[in-house]
């Protein structure tokens, strides 16, 4: 009965999702056949609106569980709604292994798991340093690793979106889907960590207009970009 009324609830959210995004703006989705059919797939996503989970999740062919914050969860009957979605929750910049422990379940068990590695919404400043807990669970779930790029929901503000609509002049919101890829095997340390959390984010900011790339454009080209480190080496090849 649980799984079932979770099923229905994942169901009607994106449909529902679908439907606003068809009236409310001009919706393009790229590369969905790039998400493998079967087995464990990690998505790691840019983030700048809070339309973003839900419009990856109406993009993508299979069902999509997504990391999102804790604090969504301890809201009333909003929370309940996310369990019941397939959501799950996560303490921010803390270092959640409870919350890394649930993904490698759900990866463990052939699902999509959706990431977004910034921890917090850019607004569309650009990328900000991601956070290394979606490398490591790829690196200790060896799951392929498959780069969103989100274009254009930075856009969406109420009530100007309405505004948008009537003038004619909706928002093109556009999801890409990349190359599925793995990170190389080996330690599952810090080290890695911060290595594979460039490389997996250079993937989604190679898919991004340049405005969008933040802390992942050129300007950081052959250093190793993470949240609160920096370090001068050597970006890993592609």
């Known amino acids: 009965m649980k799984q079932r009324v979770s099923r229905l ?6 449909w529902f999702s679908r439907g606003v995004v068809y009236w409310l703006g001009r919706w393009e ?8 059919s079967a087995g464990p797939v990690i998505l790691v996503a840019n983030h700048n609106h ?5 419009l990856v999740a109406a993009s993508c062919g299979r069902r999509v569980h997504p990391m999102a914050k804790r604090e969504l ?4 009957f909003v929370g309940w709604y996310f369990w019941v979605y397939g959501a799950f929750p996560v303490r921010r ?9 649930v993904a490698r379940n759900y990866l463990r068990n052939g699902e999509v798991v959706l990431m977004f590695p910034e921890g917090t919404r850019a607004h569309g400043r650009g ?11 790829a690196l200790l779930s060896h799951a392929p690793v498959v780069p969103v790029a989100i274009t ?12 948008q609509w009537l003038i004619g002049r909706r928002p093109r919101l556009r999801v890409e889907f990349g190359e599925p890829f793995s990170l190389e095997s080996g330690e599952a340390d810090a080290r890695s960590a911060e290595e594979s959390t460039d490389r997996m984010m250079r993937r989604v900011a190679a898919m991004l207009p340049e405005r969008y790339q933040g ?11 993470v949240a609160r480190q920096s370090r001068d080496r050597r970006a890993p090849s592609e």
């Open 152 to 163: 254009a929901t930075d856009t969406i503000r109420i009530p100007l979106v309405f505004v």
């Open 127 to 137: 990328m900000r340093a991601a956070l290394p807990g979606a490398a490591m669970v």
């Open 73 to 76: 969860f301890e809201t009333p």
């Open 29 to 36: 989705v790229v590369g969905r056949d790039r998400v493998p």
């Open 50 to 54: 809070l339309l973003d989970p839900p």
């Open 215 to 225: 802390a992942y454009g050129a300007a950081s080209a052959g250093t190793i970009v």
């Open 9 to 14: 609830a994942y169901a009607a959210t994106v």
């Open 93 to 101: 910049f803390s270092g959640d292994m409870g919350a890394l422990r």
